[in-house]
């Protein structure tokens, strides 16, 4: 083991286990908001179309149908919030994108340096992006900023953010220590003694059926 692993891999664990509930209801939450952005994007459209179809729109029955008034305020801000609720869950189930066509060749200890060093600057970026949404929440909140048409307090916006974001330092803060304690070269070796365990198996299986046809 080299000196880079100085937490305990229970450690990790624990804390991953501790993390897993709160992104999972995050992701959840991130989910059926979309879905209800989904729906009002549909019924607003729809009544938008019934609004102004030459026939439909003279019918008295029909005259309350329309647009829903600040849709497009409701869609900006639901999607934002949405997005920040999902980043935990990602994060910590390792679904974010990487291109490691060289990465995947290097040697282990190299593989485990870089590792190291793209979930610490995740953790330092995670960690400002928490500290600067929570300086804008208290100036939108200080200022009363709304938006145009359905009034709405901008800071309200802030707070799932910022939620998803402290979140998300967490998860990268977990992510940082385990890859200070990943070892490539167990992996390698667990890996190795399955293959070489599976051969042994099938012969001493074939072996047994052997002794039992005699």
Not at 79 to 99: D, E, M
Not at 150 to 178: K, Q
Not at 184 to 201: E, F, L
Request: hydrophobic residues 45%; proline residues 5%.
């Amino acid at each position: 083991m080299s000196s880079l692993a100085t937490v305990p891999t229970i450690g990790t664990a624990l804390m991953r286990r501790s993390l897993e509930t709160p992104c999972r209801v995050a992701a959840i939450s991130g989910g059926l908001l979309v879905a209800a952005l989904a729906i009002i994007t549909v019924v607003s459209i729809l009544g938008r179309w019934l609004a102004s179809a030459p026939i439909l729109s003279e019918l008295p029955i029909l005259e309350w149908v329309g647009p829903i008034t600040g849709d497009y305020e409701l869609v900006e801000m639901g999607t934002a919030i949405a997005v920040f609720l999902f980043l935990p869950y990602c994060h910590l189930r390792g679904g974010h994108v990487t291109v490691d066509l060289l990465v995947m060749h290097a040697p282990p200890m190299v593989q485990r340096l870089l590792a190291v060093v793209a979930e610490t600057l995740f953790l330092v970026v995670a960690g400002l992006m928490t500290w600067r949404l929570y300086h804008g929440l208290l100036d939108k909140r200080r200022y009363m900023e709304t938006s145009m048409l359905l009034d709405i307090p901008l800071w309200w916006g802030y707070v799932g953010g910022l939620v998803g974001f402290a979140l998300l330092t967490l998860v990268c803060l977990y992510r940082t220590c385990d890859a200070f304690t990943y070892d490539p070269h167990q992996q390698g070796s667990k890996q190795n003694s399955s293959n070489q365990n599976s051969p042994t198996q099938g012969s001493s299986a074939k072996e047994s059926s052997a002794q039992g046809d005699l």
